[in-house]
């Protein structure tokens, strides 16, 4: 659910084959082997794919207050199907709430203790209303970490890793507000300057502080800058100093080791097919990053 016929500058039409984008891509290995670690994934685990969830035209046609609740239902019953079972849902979406705060709250909801959360983005998306709607029950684009916080008490700040945000996009008040209630903020600057690829995964672990489960989100516009998606991304120019494809597939498959309860992906860079196939490497890393963990 978002806009009506654009969206950040690029169709409609564009985002929402990103999914289907994805899939094709992952049509190109032959098979689950990794060579850089000598696993073969889907010898290791039952991998499956579950398909779209059933989002009605009309919510992605006429941006609702209630045809996004609609759709957020949706994702929503296809995330809880996949917890039920025992599975790691891993959503790849576009925009909020469908892609975050749909696959946030039944974890929450499910949670028996804390839930912690590692994100990476651009943006802090800590508005405090959907400047689309400006009805205060949708979990927006601008506003969907927030409302998560806001929402489940579960959710525990503290236990909060944000990674990625840089430049001057965010307001003062909204940063501090997070810091100061015990969130683990890493810059790409700090991440550059301070701690490396390596010693930014040993910072996960504050989210699995006395945790009970742990939601896991990749806003792609975390790159730009830097590796792929160089130049514009989302119909404006990157912002500059963001990850490489090397930190985030590392990211996730540090991810992987630790474990995790849902992930998902939002705001794909429409038509860029390099960063399709790289989110099939991001979700193949993290698989066997899990399958590691869990040994023979």
Not at 144 to 170: A, D, H, Q
């Given at each position: 659910?978002?806009?009506?016929?654009?969206?950040?500058?690029?169709?409609?039409?564009?985002?929402?084959?990103?999914?289907?984008?994805?899939?094709?891509?992952?049509?190109?290995?032959?098979?689950?082997?990794?060579?850089?670690?000598?696993?073969?994934?889907?010898?290791?685990?039952?991998?499956?794919?579950?398909?779209?969830?059933?989002?009605?035209?009309?919510?992605?046609?006429?941006?609702?207050?209630?045809?996004?609740?609609?759709?957020?239902?949706?994702?929503?019953?296809?995330?809880?199907?996949?917890?039920?079972?025992?599975a790691i849902?891993?959503?790849?979406?576009?925009?909020?709430?469908?892609?975050?705060?749909?696959?946030?709250?039944?974890?929450?909801?499910?949670?028996?203790?804390?839930?912690?959360?590692?994100?990476?983005?651009?943006?802090?998306?800590?508005?405090?209303?959907?400047?689309?709607?400006?009805?205060?029950?949708?979990?927006?684009?601008?506003?969907?970490?927030?409302?998560?916080?806001?929402?489940?008490?579960?959710?525990?700040i503290p236990?909060?890793?944000?990674?990625?945000?840089?430049?001057?996009?965010?307001?003062?008040?909204?940063?501090?507000?997070?810091?100061?209630?015990?969130?683990?903020?890493?810059?790409?600057?700090?991440?550059?300057?301070?701690?490396?690829?390596?010693?930014?995964?040993?910072?996960?672990?504050?989210?699995?502080?006395?945790?009970?489960?742990?939601?896991?989100?990749?806003?792609?516009?975390?790159?730009?800058?830097?590796?792929?998606?160089?130049?514009?991304?989302?119909?404006?120019?990157?912002?500059?100093?963001?990850?490489?494809?090397?930190?985030?597939?590392?990211?996730?498959?540090?991810i992987g080791?630790?474990?995790?309860?849902?992930?998902?992906?939002?705001?794909?860079?429409?038509?860029?097919?390099?960063?399709?196939?790289?989110?099939?490497?991001?979700?193949?890393?993290?698989?066997?990053?899990?399958?590691?963990?869990?040994?023979?």
């Amino acid at each position: 659910a978002g806009a009506r016929g654009r969206y950040a500058g690029v169709d409609k039409t564009e985002w929402l084959a990103a999914p289907q984008r994805v899939r094709q891509q992952s049509a190109r290995y032959p098979s689950g082997y990794i060579q850089e670690l000598d696993i073969d994934i889907f010898k290791k685990l039952r991998v499956v794919d579950m398909g779209d969830a059933d989002i009605a035209p009309e919510c992605n046609l006429d941006p609702t207050a209630e045809n996004i609740l609609k759709a957020q239902g949706a994702v929503e019953e296809l995330v809880n199907r996949a917890l039920e079972a025992g599975a790691i849902p891993i959503v790849v979406g576009q925009n909020s709430p469908c892609s975050s705060y749909a696959i946030a709250k039944p974890i929450a909801e499910r949670s028996a203790g804390k839930v912690g959360m590692i994100s990476t983005d651009t943006h802090w998306d800590s508005r405090p209303l959907d400047y689309l709607t400006g009805d205060e029950r949708i979990a927006g684009s601008g506003n969907w970490k927030s409302k998560t916080f806001s929402s489940f008490s579960n959710f525990s700040i503290p236990n909060l890793v944000e990674i990625g945000e840089r430049g001057m996009l965010e307001e003062a008040a909204i940063v501090r507000n997070y810091t100061h209630q015990g969130a683990h903020f890493y810059p790409m600057w700090k991440v550059r300057t301070e701690l490396g690829i390596g010693g930014l995964c040993e910072e996960l672990r504050h989210a699995y502080d006395g945790t009970d489960d742990v939601y896991v989100h990749f806003d792609m516009d975390i790159l730009g800058g830097a590796g792929p998606a160089p130049g514009d991304i989302l119909g404006e120019l990157a912002e500059p100093m963001g990850m490489t494809d090397y930190e985030i597939i590392r990211l996730a498959h540090e991810i992987g080791k630790r474990g995790l309860t849902g992930m998902s992906f939002i705001c794909i860079p429409p038509g860029s097919m390099v960063t399709y196939r790289l989110i099939v490497y991001i979700i193949a890393f993290l698989i066997a990053g899990v399958a590691l963990s869990r040994g023979n």
